[in-house]
């Protein structure tokens, strides 16, 4: 079998500095984010893994993206006021989303199954289990500093003999408390739970939070949106704001942005006509 761990410290609070979330809704988004790490770690090719917990309840949308280059960023959609911590009362009767968008490719994988469970660790377990991957479990905490998590995969090929490790290491990885999870360092934690188990520990990976918005994806957004729409707004408002829902960022354009947008398509469109 295999095992992962996270820590997110600085990567998550860049999460939490750019929005305001309430308590209940921000264990939530810290789980899936550890969630999102460990999976992604798991995943070998040039790309993005997202994650996304779309919720019928007052809580709308969770989604968290990793990508190969261990950058990660994470936003909601919610309805005030959120009453309570229950993951169920929260996203109702929703659904789990995993996209999976390598670079390469032009087609992206994804897979859709109903929300089951308690909690994010049991909603991902049974996604893992819907979609026939690995025997997968997971423990996932998260508060305002840090976000945890575990992860347990039974390796394909086990016989029968296996069936024991994968009962032992499951029964002591149960006995992690969402505390010890949360601050204790992972070497301790590790030896807490297996120091009487042949493990093996690979080289840690550094995680960081990055937003892969720009202006200029944006400009190609409003290009998309055509210029008749684009001016419309321009007049009722004076300026187009457009403002990324991961990092919270403001892009502004004003008329004379907004002529450049339009004027530089029709260069390169001409330019495209001559060739
Ligand atoms: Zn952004």
Redesign the pocket.
Known sequence: MRGEIVHLDATWRAVLERHAYPLALRTLLGELMAAAALLSSTIKFTGSLIMQIQGSGPVKLLVVECTSEQTM?ATAKWDEPLAGADFRALVGNGRFVMTIAPEEAKQTYQGVVSLEGADVARALEHYMTTSEQLETRLWLAADAEHAAGMMLQRMPGSSGGDCDTWSRAVHLTQTVTANELLKLPTREIIHRLYHQEDIRLFESRVMSFR???SRERVVNMLRLLGRDEVMSVLEERGEVEVN?E??N?HYRFDAVDAEQIFAAEVVTRARKTRH
């Open positions: 960023r937003c892969s918005c990324c991961f990092c960022r």
